[in-house]
C-alpha cells in the first residue's frame, strides 16, 4: 500500500478557503488603494470650508480629506493628517476632540494630534493650515 501524504484533501481544502479570509484583516489596515499616509493627506493647498465651521475649543473631521482641524482655546487653528501612525488606517470617528482608529482603537488629540490611547505611539502628522477669505485652507503651501 502506498504511503499516505499526513495531509488530507479535506485540510488543504480547509486551507485553502481560510487564506483569503486571513488577508481581509492585512487589507482592513491598509491606507486607501493600497498607498501610504503620504498618499493619502493633500498635496496641495485643499479649500475645507468656512472657517467658522470649527468651534473655539472644538473640532471638525473632513473624512474624504483625511485631516482633522482644531481650534484651541485662544482661536488658533492646527491641522492634522487623519492617517493612524500605528498602522495606515484612515481614521472616520471624531468624538469630541478625540480621534478613534477603527482598526485597533488608537485614540489622539484632535487639539494637539498627540496619542491619548496606545497602541499607536506616534503623534498624528501636523498640516500647514490658514485661513483665507474666511476659508479653512489645509496642505503644501498654506
Known amino acids: 500500500m502506498p504511503a499516505r ?4 484533501r479535506r485540510t488543504v481544502l480547509r486551507g485553502a ?3 483569503p479570509v486571513a488577508g481581509l484583516g492585512l487589507a482592513a489596515c491598509s491606507a486607501p488603494d493600497g498607498g501610504g499616509a503620504a498618499d493619502a493627506t493633500p498635496t496641495a493647498p485643499v479649500d475645507l470650508g468656512a472657517e467658522n465651521e470649527v468651534a473655539q475649543g472644538g473640532a471638525k473631521l473632513y473624512r474624504d480629506r483625511n485631516v482633522v482641524v482644531g481650534r484651541d ?3 488658533a487653528l492646527k491641522a492634522y493628517s487623519t492617517i493612524c501612525t500605528h498602522a495606515g488606517c484612515p481614521i ?3 468624538r469630541g476632540t478625540t480621534l478613534v482608529c477603527p482598526c485597533h482603537g488608537s485614540q489622539f488629540d484632535a487639539l494637539t494630534g498627540k496619542v491619548v490611547q496606545a497602541p ?3 503623534p498624528l502628522t501636523e498640516l500647514p493650515v490658514k485661513t483665507a477669505n474666511g476659508r479653512i485652507i489645509v ?3 498654506a
Request: net charge negative; hydrophobic share 35%.
Open 73 to 75: 482655546a485662544s482661536g
Open 120 to 122: 499607536a505611539t506616534e
Open 5 to 8: 501524504s499526513s495531509a488530507s
Open 92 to 94: 472616520n470617528n471624531l
Open 17 to 19: 478557503a481560510v487564506a
Open 139 to 141: 496642505g503644501p503651501g
